[in-house]
């Protein structure tokens, strides 16, 4: 029977304009880069599995954006919380740890920060991997088009147009106060089952030793509060 190998995983953090950024990493330090941008609401941590299924030939990188995981956690008075900024702290991530060539994986709300950087910086991408994201409003379901377009002091732009770039919707959307007569509320239901996965995700961070940083003293925002907040224009 073959040796079943599980490479270790780092938790580390570094300075990106004076917010503490965590990542976890994994793999060899000449291995080909895989940078993992994660969904909303979650953290790196979602992608723990993949970092054990493929540490041993990839270099993987999965940082917490702010207001995520074990990241700082700014006020919205102190940090605008918008596609652009997020953007703003991966770039500088990555020249802080010298990534300057890689191949991105985005999931769900990882896509608007990650096609950002890759638009600034198409000479760093080998390859993109997109998980349920999207780079234009064509292909919405109807749903997300009144979540994005549900935006506080935002006048009404009236109908969709076909083919016009979400890269270019820097803010965080406003959910409608109340569900559509006749429909279910999805998010709110997602986000009670999301809040069980990071009850699940902060118990595990626990028993990380200590001597990984500082996470299991963290009790860290997995949800998605100031970014609600940000989003809300408070």
Request: positive net charge; proline residues 8%.
């Amino acid at each position: 029977m073959s040796e079943l190998t599980i490479s270790h995983v780092h938790h580390r953090r570094v300075d990106v304009d004076g917010l503490r950024v965590f990542y976890r990493e994994t793999g060899p330090a000449d291995a080909p880069v895989l940078l993992l941008l994660h969904g909303f609401p979650s953290s790196s941590r979602q992608y723990a599995r993949l970092l054990d299924a493929l540490g041993t030939r990839y270099r993987l990188i999965a940082p917490d954006y702010p207001g995520f995981g074990h990241s700082d956690s700014p006020t919205p008075d102190d940090f605008t919380y918008r596609f652009d900024t997020l953007a703003d702290v991966i770039e500088g991530f990555c020249l802080a740890l010298g990534l300057d060539r890689f191949a991105l994986y985005v999931f769900d709300f990882g896509a608007p920060v990650g096609l950002r950087l890759a638009t600034r910086h198409p000479e760093w991408i080998t390859g993109l991997v997109v998980q349920n994201g999207n780079a234009y409003e064509e292909g919405l379901s109807d749903r997300a088009r009144e979540f994005i377009a549900n935006k506080r002091g935002v006048p009404d732009p009236g109908p969709l147009g076909a083919g016009r770039p979400l890269l270019h919707r820097g803010r965080c959307a406003r959910l409608p106060a109340r569900p559509a007569r006749g429909r279910a509320a999805p998010v709110r239901h997602r986000t009670l089952r999301a809040g069980g996965e990071a009850a699940r995700n902060r118990a595990a961070d626990r028993r990380l030793p200590r001597a990984d940083a500082e996470v299991a003293d963290r009790e860290g925002a997995f949800g998605p509060v100031p970014l609600s907040r940000g989003a809300a224009g408070t």
